[in-house]
Each structure stands twice: as structure tokens, then as C-alpha cells.
């Protein structure tokens, strides 16, 4: 009510009356604020109420959001989760008059986690360990069983153990939420470890290291003398005395035993040289370098258990005599009694061999013999015992053994046999130019065919391959017959020009008797658009065509026309092109 200095106005013209519009309704003013509060009632469980401030309670609606995927629409409501985490929980609320608020809050649920620690190996008992037991957060701690623990209070008791047992952990929190964990205190066995007693094995022998099984591990050292030093019964490898010692495990415990392994040395038999007699003898066999012998076969000997047997036989005969020495090892020595006589000269085998090609023979009868081959025509050597032999047909040669021992000599006939090379014939089907891109090959008389150079062909190993050369390329065709003989023949593709492709040629006979009776194109088989004209010596046309089957028959006007040089035009189109050719042909009857 002060004018502060002001002064009043004066009343102005009114010229209509203003009206200022009422609402009947005062104003009320609603939502002051939103608040959540919540309380855990278990370890992932909580309340929630929702709270509006407002002044006097016109709230239409509370939509609750819970963070993992869960809703509501009450003010006050109570939420699980099913796991353990951090969730923005939020409220929306709207009042009467669609005004809208809210307010987000993080809650974190809990679960606790245990961990008794890692199990653990000793070896034997009793034994005294400490537990070490460890909680993400806070609780009370109780192991059992409690009778093997100094305190099952606490998170890390002393546990003394005579056998392997498992401990167990739960922790509880004021929440009342648990957990629980195991931990497994194990006590292993002393193991038995028991390998062979101390031995003696002859020097070669196979000695199995039998050792005690059932552990998880084995280990022999030197591992480099036993065939795998990580089982239990290896097999000794190695070639002089040791001591080998092994240890086995069955998981905290091991043992070990030893055994010390002699090898002893084997006898040096020997029976002596290998011996030839000539017929049926009777001579004394001796053997040395050991204690106890035995012979075999026991054939033609007098006493196989003696370390000089008298042999009496006229059969070749190998003996194999083991001697026994006096530390009870054993070695073996061959001893071979060779009879000869007229019958123990062996027939040399016949040969065969393809034609200009040769063959060895075979004719061996031993080192003490002497050998002579006739006649010595297409022979390398009449003296050996196999030559090589190289006659143009078959032939049989006549071949004397002589023991150069007991002088028996004996004669033998060997055929031997030259078998005909295959009949090979090559050709072709055509040369290739621009109008025939290819050419078909072909070969007779073998079984099996082999084409060179084979790099054009589709095929090097068949009797018809299809060839496609770019030059003039001459083919080279190896044939083979049942028996194995091989041959060759050879045939040339030539590769021509578009214009050599057309040939013409430069006489011909119209004599009737149906060779060379008609000048023609006929082979120009592809061509279209020909012109194909003849003159005579004085210009005149003698004959026109068009179609490039038809042929000049000779004949002029219905008779036959004069002998002598002729000329010719023609024109073709053909697949190398347009094509003109000029020159004479000469008719000869």
C-alpha cells in the first residue's frame, strides 16, 4: 500500500466492457516427490514400497521395474531374483491428472561363495594339515566332521588324519543365506615295488623284467637299457652288466628295488669248413669251443650227441650243431657235407627271349665246375656258366658240366627259344588343316600300345588315339604281344596351309576303266559359292560348274575331247577362306 513516489492516473475512455474468465476449481497441487524403500528378506528376496508425496493422495498408478526383466504395478511388492548381481530397480508413478514421476535405485542381491580349498596328497599317516578355507564376504564358518579339526570355527583348522577324508565347509551370513564346499584330504599307501632277483642271462638272451603292477607310474633307470622305461615289465636291452633300479608310484608315495643283471659269454663254436666228398665216404666230423653238443638233423651220423660224430651218407646234407658251454649259454655252428656224384649235376632251365634281343643263361652247378657251351655261335662266352646267348631263331645249345672235384661230367641240352616280334603297322586318317582340326591314329598287331610324343594325343595308350598337332609331327607307336615282345612303327601328320588343304591334281584319264576318269573338286567337300570353269587351248569353254561334286568327264560337246593341256579357273569359299585358283591340267587317254 505504499506509492513509493507514484502518483495516481486518471480515468480513462472506457470503450467495452473485458470479462476475465474464472475456474471454479482451485487449484490443488499434486506428485512433491517419489521414493523407494526396500529391505532384504532373504538372500535374493527383497520388499519394495513406493512411496508418492503429494497433498492429498490422487496416485493412479505405480509401475515397478526390476532390473532383470520382472515387473509389477503395485505400490508395495515383493521381488526374487534368480541370480546373484547388481539390478537397477525403478518406479514410475503417475497421478490423476496424467502427470507422471520416478526414481531408480541399484540393488545388489547376494549369494555366498565357498571355497574349502584344493584337495591335496600325503603320503602314509598320521598326518597333521592345515585347512585353508576362504568366503567372498562375511559369515560363520563350520567345518565337519569336527572330530578330526583342532576348531571347526574357524577358517583355517589344523586336521589330523589317519585315512583319507573329506572335509566340508558351510558359511552363513546374518542373511541367512549358506554355502558349502569339499575338500578331499587323501593318504596314499606306501606302494610295493618288486622287480626279479638279482640274475644271470647268457649274452642275445630276452630277459622280461616281471615287475610288481597296479601303480600309476613306473620309471626305470637306466631307461636306455630297457625297451620303455615307463611301464612296469620292460624287456633288457642291453648288451653288457648292469644295475637297473625301478620306482613306482601310486600317487604320493613311491618305492623303489633294484636288480643287478650278469650277462654271460656265449661259447665260440665251430664245426669247421663246409666239406665236398665225392660219392658215398665215410668221414669224421669234429666240433670245439664248447662243454655239450648236439647235431641235426642226426642223418648218416653215428652219434648227433658227440662232439666228433661219424658221418656216413651220399646225400648233400647241412648239419646245424648247437654247443652248450659250461655256464650253460649256447651258440649254433652250420656245417655243410656236399655229395657229389654224377646225378647231383642239375639241367640248366631253357630260355626264351624276343627277336633281336638277347637272353643270359643259367647253367650253374656250383664254384668247383667247369663249364663248356656249344656251338659257340651268338654266344658271349662258351666257358662260363652263364653267357649271354643272342641267336636269330630259336636254337639249342649244348652245354657239359664237369666237377672239377670228383671229375664227373655230365651233358645238357637247352633250348632256347626266339620269339617273332609282333606285325606293327601304323597310320593315319588324314592331315590336319584349317577345315579338319584333328587326325585319328591307328595301330595293329600287338595287345598294348604306346604313342610318342604323347603330349598332342588324348590318349598315348590306346591302338586309335586322336591327334592335334600344331606342326608337321612325325608319331612313334611301340607295340607288345602276349609274350611280351615289343616293336615299333611310325606314321606323320602333316599340318597344312588353307591353300595346300585344296589340292588339285594335274592329269587325269577318261579312259573308262574307272580310275582317274574325271577332273574334279570332289574333295573340296566344305566349299560353297564355286565357280569351276576348263578351256581348251583356243579359249573355248569345254566345261562349267557349280557345284562341287561334279567332275570333268572329258568329254566336249558329247565326244570325247582331245588329249593335251587344258586350263582351269576356281573360285570357292571354303573354311580357310575365299579361295581362287588358276592353272592347266593335261587329259591323256
Request: hydrophobic share 35%; charged share 10%; aromatic share 10%.
Given at each position: 500500500?505504499?506509492?513509493?513516489?507514484?502518483?495516481?492516473?486518471?480515468?480513462?475512455?472506457?470503450?467495452?466492457?473485458?470479462?476475465?474468465?474464472?475456474d471454479?476449481?482451485?487449484?490443488?497441487?499434486?506428485?512433491?516427490?517419489?521414493?523407494?524403500?526396500?529391505?532384504?528378506?532373504?538372500?535374493?528376496?527383497?520388499?519394495f514400497?513406493?512411496?508418492?508425496?503429494?497433498?492429498?493422495?490422487?496416485?493412479?498408478?505405480?509401475?515397478w521395474?526390476?532390473?532383470?526383466?520382472?515387473?509389477?504395478?503395485?505400490?508395495?511388492?515383493?521381488?526374487?531374483?534368480?541370480?546373484a548381481?547388481?539390478?537397477?530397480?525403478?518406479?514410475i508413478?503417475?497421478?490423476?491428472?496424467?502427470?507422471?514421476?520416478s526414481?531408480s535405485?541399484?540393488?545388489?542381491?547376494?549369494?555366498i561363495?565357498?571355497?574349502?580349498?584344493?584337495?591335496?596328497?600325503?603320503c602314509?599317516g598320521?598326518?597333521?594339515?592345515?585347512?585353508n578355507?576362504?568366503?567372498?564376504?562375511?559369515?560363520?564358518?563350520?567345518?565337519?566332521?569336527?572330530?578330526?579339526?583342532?576348531?571347526?570355527?574357524?577358517?583355517?583348522?589344523?586336521?589330523?588324519?589317519?585315512?583319507?577324508?573329506?572335509?566340508?565347509?558351510?558359511?552363513?551370513?546374518?542373511?541367512?543365506?549358506?554355502?558349502?564346499?569339499?575338500?578331499?584330504?587323501?593318504?596314499?599307501?606306501m606302494?610295493?615295488?618288486?622287480?626279479?632277483k638279482d640274475?644271470?642271462?647268457?649274452?642275445?638272451s630276452?630277459?622280461?623284467?616281471?615287475?610288481?603292477?597296479?601303480?600309476?607310474?613306473?620309471?626305470?633307470?637306466?631307461?636306455?637299457?630297457?625297451?620303455?622305461?615307463?611301464?612296469?615289465?620292460?624287456?633288457?636291452?642291453?648288451?653288457?652288466?648292469t644295475?637297473?633300479y625301478?620306482?613306482?608310484?601310486?600317487?604320493?608315495c613311491?618305492?623303489?628295488?633294484?636288480?643287478?643283471?650278469?650277462?654271460?659269454?656265449?661259447?665260440?663254436?665251430?664245426?669247421?669248413?663246409?666239406?665236398?666228398?665225392?660219392?658215398?665216404?665215410?668221414i669224421?666230423?669234429?666240433?670245439?669251443?664248447?662243454?655239450?653238443?648236439?647235431?641235426?638233423?642226426?642223418?648218416?651220423?653215428?652219434?648227433?650227441?658227440?662232439?666228433?660224430?661219424?658221418?656216413?651218407?651220399?646225400?648233400?646234407?647241412?648239419?646245424?650243431?648247437t654247443?652248450?658251454?659250461a655256464?650253460?649259454?649256447?651258440?649254433?655252428?652250420?656245417?655243410?657235407?656236399?655229395?657229389?656224384?654224377?646225378?647231383?649235376l642239375?639241367?640248366?632251365?631253357?630260355?626264351?627271349?624276343?627277336?633281336?634281343?638277347?637272353?643270359?643263361?643259367?647253367?650253374?652247378?656250383?664254384?668247383a665246375?667247369?663249364?663248356?657251351?656249344t656251338p659257340?655261335?651268338?654266344?658271349s662266352?662258351?666257358?662260363?656258366?652263364?653267357?649271354?646267348?643272342?641267336?636269330?631263331?630259336?636254337?639249342?645249345?649244348?652245354v657239359?658240366?664237369?666237377?672239377?672235384?670228383?671229375?664227373?661230367?655230365?651233358?645238357?641240352?637247352?633250348?632256347?627259344?626266339?620269339?617273332?616280334?609282333?606285325?606293327?603297322?601304323?597310320?593315319?586318317?588324314?592331315?590336319?588343316?584349317?577345315?579338319?582340326?584333328?587326325?585319328?591314329?591307328?595301330?595293329?598287331?600287338?595287345?598294348?600300345?604306346?604313342?610318342?610324343?604323347?603330349?598332342?594325343?588324348?590318349?598315348?595308350?590306346?591302338?586309335?588315339?586322336?591327334a592335334?598337332?600344331?606342326?608337321?609331327?612325325?608319331?612313334?607307336?611301340?607295340?607288345t604281344?602276349?609274350?611280351?615282345?615289343?616293336?615299333?612303327?611310325s606314321v606323320?601328320?602333316?599340318?597344312?596351309s588353307?591353300?595346300?588343304?585344296?589340292?588339285?591334281?594335274?592329269?587325269?584319264?577318261p579312259?573308262?576303266?574307272?580310275?582317274?576318269?574325271?577332273?574334279?573338286?570332289?574333295?573340296?567337300?566344305?566349299?560353297?559359292?564355286?565357280?569351276?570353269?576348263?578351256?581348251?587351248r583356243?579359249?573355248?569353254?569345254?566345261?562349267?560348274?557349280n557345284?562341287?561334286?561334279?567332275?570333268?568327264?572329258?568329254?566336249?560337246?558329247?565326244?570325247?575331247?582331245?588329249?593335251?593341256?587344258?586350263?582351269?579357273?576356281?573360285?570357292a569359299?571354303?573354311?580357310?577362306?575365299?579361295?581362287?585358283?588358276?592353272?592347266?591340267?593335261?587329259?591323256?587317254?
Amino acid at each position: 500500500n505504499t506509492a513509493w513516489g507514484a502518483t495516481s492516473g486518471t480515468n480513462g475512455l472506457n470503450v467495452f466492457n473485458l470479462i476475465i474468465p474464472i475456474d471454479n476449481s482451485l487449484f490443488k497441487p499434486n506428485i512433491d516427490s517419489v521414493r523407494i524403500k526396500d529391505s532384504s528378506i532373504a538372500c535374493l528376496s527383497f520388499d519394495f514400497k513406493g512411496f508418492g508425496y503429494t497433498n492429498t493422495n490422487p496416485v493412479a498408478s505405480w509401475n515397478w521395474y526390476f532390473g532383470d526383466g520382472g515387473t509389477a504395478n503395485a505400490q508395495n511388492i515383493s521381488h526374487t531374483y534368480l541370480t546373484a548381481g547388481t539390478f537397477t530397480v525403478k518406479l514410475i508413478v503417475t497421478d490423476i491428472n496424467g502427470c507422471i514421476d520416478s526414481i531408480s535405485k541399484n540393488i545388489v542381491s547376494n549369494t555366498i561363495s565357498v571355497n574349502a580349498g584344493r584337495d591335496s596328497s600325503f603320503c602314509g599317516g598320521p598326518v597333521s594339515v592345515q585347512l585353508n578355507g576362504n568366503v567372498t564376504g562375511a559369515g560363520n564358518f563350520s567345518w565337519s566332521p569336527a572330530v578330526y579339526l583342532n576348531n571347526n570355527t574357524i577358517a583355517n583348522p589344523t586336521a589330523t588324519i589317519n585315512s583319507t577324508t573329506t572335509f566340508y565347509l558351510t558359511v552363513t551370513n546374518t542373511s541367512g543365506c549358506s554355502g558349502i564346499d569339499s575338500v578331499i584330504i587323501k593318504l596314499d599307501a606306501m606302494p610295493v615295488v618288486q622287480t626279479l632277483k638279482d640274475t644271470s642271462i647268457c649274452t642275445g638272451s630276452i630277459l622280461l623284467l616281471s615287475t610288481t603292477t597296479g601303480l600309476n607310474t613306473y620309471h626305470w633307470s637306466p631307461g636306455t637299457q630297457v625297451s620303455d622305461s615307463t611301464i612296469s615289465s620292460p624287456y633288457f636291452t642291453h648288451t653288457a652288466s648292469t644295475t637297473l633300479y625301478v620306482t613306482g608310484s601310486n600317487g604320493a608315495c613311491s618305492a623303489s628295488d633294484t636288480i643287478n643283471i650278469t650277462l654271460k659269454t656265449l661259447p665260440l663254436v665251430s664245426a669247421g669248413p663246409d666239406t665236398t666228398i665225392c660219392g658215398a665216404l665215410t668221414i669224421n666230423l669234429y666240433a670245439i669251443g664248447a662243454l655239450t653238443y648236439i647235431w641235426s638233423p642226426a642223418l648218416f651220423l653215428n652219434n648227433p650227441n658227440t662232439a666228433n660224430p661219424v658221418f656216413t651218407g651220399n646225400l648233400t646234407t647241412t648239419y646245424f650243431i648247437t654247443g652248450t658251454a659250461a655256464n650253460g649259454c649256447r651258440a649254433v655252428d652250420t656245417l655243410t657235407i656236399k655229395v657229389n656224384n654224377l646225378n647231383s649235376l642239375i639241367q640248366p632251365p631253357g630260355k626264351s627271349f624276343c627277336s633281336k634281343d638277347s637272353i643270359q643263361l643259367d647253367g650253374y652247378n656250383g664254384n668247383a665246375v667247369k663249364y663248356l657251351w656249344t656251338p659257340a655261335t651268338y654266344l658271349s662266352n662258351t666257358n662260363i656258366f652263364n653267357p649271354v646267348a643272342s641267336p636269330p631263331v630259336s636254337a639249342n645249345y649244348t652245354v657239359t658240366i664237369t666237377d672239377t672235384v670228383c671229375n664227373y661230367s655230365n651233358n645238357f641240352t637247352v633250348l632256347v627259344t626266339v620269339r617273332p616280334l609282333p606285325v606293327l603297322k601304323a597310320s593315319r586318317s588324314n592331315d590336319i588343316d584349317c577345315a579338319i582340326k584333328n587326325a585319328r591314329l591307328s595301330s595293329s598287331g600287338a595287345i598294348q600300345y604306346s604313342w610318342q610324343p604323347a603330349s598332342t594325343l588324348n590318349n598315348s595308350n590306346i591302338f586309335n588315339p586322336v591327334a592335334t598337332p600344331a606342326i608337321n609331327t612325325q608319331y612313334i607307336v611301340t607295340g607288345t604281344d602276349n609274350a611280351g615282345c615289343k616293336n615299333k612303327d611310325s606314321v606323320t601328320v602333316l599340318v597344312k596351309s588353307g591353300i595346300e588343304a585344296y589340292t588339285i591334281p594335274n592329269s587325269f584319264t577318261p579312259n573308262g576303266d574307272m580310275l582317274n576318269d574325271c577332273f574334279g573338286i570332289k574333295h573340296w567337300g566344305d566349299a560353297t559359292n564355286v565357280i569351276f570353269i576348263i578351256y581348251n587351248r583356243w579359249g573355248e569353254k569345254v566345261f562349267e560348274t557349280n557345284n562341287v561334286h561334279i567332275c570333268w568327264n572329258g568329254k566336249y560337246k558329247g565326244l570325247p575331247a582331245e588329249e593335251g593341256a587344258y586350263s582351269y579357273f576356281i573360285s570357292a569359299r571354303t573354311s580357310c577362306g575365299d579361295l581362287v585358283k588358276k592353272g592347266n591340267v593335261l587329259l591323256l587317254r
